[in-house]
């Protein structure tokens, strides 16, 4: 092999290096892409949203750093989430599987939900039915209702309103106990109340420890309906949710 090709090889070599190393700088410290695989989100994530998620947004953790390696603990320039935030994070159980909740108690916050309505230190919130939603992509076809909601105030951000969808006011999680988040935890719950394990979900989900965050969700960059099998190319314009692409979640 002459120099001039052995050259050539070796700056190719090193161009990818740097680009893998540049791709996984943005990732760890900046932003990091994720995919919505279930519908516990719903209508704020779909199932085949492609979302990215700023890890600065908390500080870091081990949990921020690509396969979470246990290198140190706690939080650098950490700082809580807003009451209303929509948050990655890790499984408490595994410390692995990534969720994706709203996060509607910080520390301190009691929180309980009663006949299906959410209710922070004591106060339910509002919650005002727009109408009937139809759930599509996540299992059977279904017609439950839509509700706009308003989260109290947190420190630093005002009262967040979103929209929730309930199939009923009288579903397992739908009349809970009231928890107390203990420090340096906080409180997720799904959008799709009926149809998700979060922290209601005490021997599966529970208190989520604020080192275990990953980022907050900010914008959709793709979303993708399924309808279209990956050789149908033909099909794929009609499969893109092009309404989603670039909306900011919140």
Same mark, same amino acid.
């Not at 509002?126 to 299992?139: A, H, L, S, W």
């Given at each position: 092999? &002459?120099?001039?090709? *052995?050259?050539?090889?070796?700056?190719?070599?090193?161009?990818?290096?740097?680009?893998?190393?540049?791709?996984?700088?943005?990732?760890?410290?900046?932003?990091?892409?994720? /995919? +919505?695989?279930?519908?516990?989100?719903?209508?704020?994530?779909?199932?085949? !949203?492609?979302? %990215?998620?700023?890890?600065? &947004?908390?500080?870091?953790?081990?949990?921020?750093?690509?396969? $979470?390696? /246990?290198l %140190? #603990?706690?939080? +650098?320039?950490? *700082?809580?989430?807003?009451?209303?935030?929509?948050?990655?994070?890790?499984?408490?159980?595994? =410390?692995?599987?990534?969720?994706?909740? @709203? +996060?509607?108690?910080?520390?301190? !916050?009691?929180i309980?939900? @009663?006949?299906?309505?959410?209710?922070?230190?004591?106060?339910?919130?509002?919650?005002?039915?727009?109408?009937?939603?139809?759930?599509?992509?996540?299992?059977?076809?279904?017609?439950?209702?839509l509700?706009?909601?308003?989260?109290?105030? *947190?420190?630093?951000?005002?009262?967040?309103?979103?929209? +929730?969808?309930?199939?009923?006011?009288? =579903?397992?999680?739908?009349n809970?106990q009231? %928890?107390?988040?203990?420090? #340096?935890?906080?409180?997720?719950?799904?959008? /799709? @109340? !009926?149809? &998700?394990?979060?922290?209601?979900?005490?021997?599966?989900?529970?208190?989520?420890?604020?080192?275990?965050?990953?980022?907050?969700?900010?914008?959709?960059?793709? $979303?993708? !309906?399924?309808?279209? /099998?990956?050789?149908?190319?033909?099909?794929?314009? %009609?499969?893109? @949710?092009?309404?989603?692409?670039? &909306? =900011?979640?919140?």
């Amino acid at each position: 092999m &002459s120099k001039k090709s *052995s050259g050539g090889w070796l700056e190719s070599l090193k161009t990818i290096l740097y680009a893998g190393l540049i791709a996984i700088g943005i990732r760890t410290i900046a932003f990091e892409p994720f /995919n +919505i695989p279930s519908g516990s989100m719903i209508p704020t994530l779909l199932v085949g !949203d492609y979302l %990215f998620v700023s890890k600065y &947004s908390y500080g870091y953790s081990r949990a921020s750093l690509p396969f $979470s390696p /246990n290198l %140190f #603990s706690g939080r +650098i320039f950490g *700082s809580l989430p807003a009451r209303g935030d929509v948050a990655v994070f890790k499984l408490p159980r595994d =410390g692995v599987t990534d969720y994706i909740k @709203r +996060i509607v108690g910080l520390p301190g !916050d009691r929180i309980q939900v @009663r006949q299906g309505i959410l209710r922070v230190n004591g106060q339910p919130v509002t919650r005002n039915r727009i109408g009937p939603y139809t759930v599509e992509g996540d299992g059977p076809r279904l017609t439950v209702n839509l509700y706009r909601e308003t989260l109290p105030p *947190s420190a630093d951000a005002p009262g967040r309103t979103h929209d +929730i969808l309930e199939q009923t006011d009288d =579903g397992p999680y739908d009349n809970t106990q009231e %928890f107390v988040v203990p420090p #340096s935890h906080v409180f997720a719950m799904g959008d /799709n @109340r !009926d149809n &998700s394990l979060d922290s209601r979900a005490t021997n599966y989900v529970g208190f989520v420890p604020v080192e275990n965050l990953v980022g907050r969700a900010e914008f959709i960059f793709f $979303s993708w !309906d399924g309808s279209a /099998n990956w050789w149908e190319v033909w099909a794929w314009p %009609f499969a893109v @949710r092009w309404s989603r692409i670039f &909306s =900011g979640v919140r």
